[in-house]
């Protein structure tokens, strides 16, 4: 395989979880009086850190959001979680071959830690996840569109940037991996390609990615 470590996203990549949540985080942010569609979730917010959405309601409104904003919003995300989550399909597939070739993988995503353990417990994924291979935005200063998760994932795992290649679907996550210096191949299930440009390879369903990883 031409790349040393492969760094998968984890929300719409390894499990089906933005509709879940942007749903919720819609219905929340309306709640507080900031009417939000999921189209507008989906738009702003998806692929981001949890701190974007305060960024972007305090500068759309001037507004800051409730104190106990990000615990609601987790408490009400895990629940949907808990009922609904699913891995994506063809992912477990695509993590033993990986694993039966001997190459390295991780995960490097916006959402919490405890997010994407629940995630993954719920799933399923979380035989293929041990802690040392799951990097969160919580790790670093910064989260995307700035390359600083995917820059920490590829250190913490003693691969050269040029060297990695990431899975992503969002235009944050695309944007955050070429500023890292690394090939992105932008999975379509939800976001059409010319939403995200710049990628190296586009594919629509997991059973596609093994070829392109090659």
Not at 15 to 41: C, F
Not at 110 to 132: A, C, M, N, Y
Request: hydrophobic share 40%; proline share 6%.
């Amino acid at each position: 395989m031409r790349y040393a470590l492969v760094i998968f996203d984890n929300d719409g990549v390894l499990v089906d979880s933005e509709p879940l949540s942007n749903t919720i985080l819609a219905g929340y942010l309306t709640e507080l009086g900031h009417p939000t569609t999921y189209e507008d979730s989906l738009r702003d917010y998806m692929g981001s850190a949890v701190h974007r959405v305060h960024d972007l309601i305090l500068e759309r409104t001037g507004q800051q959001l409730p104190g106990d904003f990000d615990d609601t919003l987790h408490s009400r995300v895990f629940a949907a979680f808990e009922r609904e989550l699913k891995p994506v399909e063809g992912v477990p597939e695509v993590l033993a071959k990986l694993v039966a070739d001997g190459q390295s993988y991780c995960v490097a995503s916006s959402g919490s830690h405890e997010r994407i353990r629940v995630g993954h417990r719920k799933t399923g994924l979380d035989r293929w996840f041990e802690p040392g291979i799951v990097f969160s935005a919580q790790d670093v200063g910064r989260g995307k569109p700035a390359p600083d998760l995917f820059l920490h994932a590829a250190d913490r795992m003693g691969v050269a940037p040029a060297r990695c290649v990431v899975v992503e679907d969002s235009p944050l996550g695309v944007a955050a991996a070429r500023a890292a210096g690394m090939d992105v191949y932008a999975f379509t299930a939800m976001t059409p390609a010319e939403e995200l440009p710049g990628a190296a390879g586009y594919f629509s369903s997991m059973t596609e990615l093994p070829e392109l990883l090659g």
